[in-house]
């Protein structure tokens, strides 16, 4: 008995499932016809000929609700791992955007590289929103305001240009001066 709306259905055979599994698996973009292409590929090899749709195909997607039980799966497993997924895609970003700046300091419009710099430039922009950005923005602002509020650090002695703090210097060079009171 199928517990999930893409199990199983209790009058469905397991060809038929078989089928509706291939479907549901051809991710978002799924078309019946894609998932037949992909059905032969595997029954005969990745350079068979593809034929015309069956129209078993088309009648048991409509039997047995192919769509509607493929939508339920990709909204489970959206609502899974969406959020886990959404962070790994903003960390792959960060990493080019990092290795992007890093490439820019290094080179100089003109460079071979800096073609390669402006392409991965306009990828990542092309994630920022103006949201993304005036968050971006506000963010900032709020670190350095933070900043600015911290205690500044006790003051240090002002040495010379590569003077070393020497302890000693403030010894006498015969020793320690003696205590008038021994």
Known sequence: MATELWDQ???ETHIEY??????RNCGVRRSLRKAFARWIKDQRG????IPAL?????????EFRW???AAAWDIRNLAMHGARIAAIHVNTLV???QRNL???RKSKPGDDAWVDILHTTKVVAEFLSPEIVREIEESQ???ITEQSRAPLPPEQPQLGIGEPADESASQPVDGPTADPDE
């Not at 078989?18 to 479907?23: A, G, H, K």
């Not at 990745?46 to 000929?49: G, P």
């Open 9 to 11: 259905l209790p009058h």
């Open 18 to 23: 078989t089928r509706f599994l291939v479907f």
């Open 46 to 49: 990745a350079d068979a000929k």
């Open 54 to 62: 069956p129209r078993t195909w088309r009648m048991e997607s409509t």
């Open 67 to 69: 769509h509607a039980r």
């Open 95 to 97: 990493l080019i955007a």
């Open 102 to 104: 890093e490439a820019v």
């Open 141 to 143: 602002r709020a670190a």
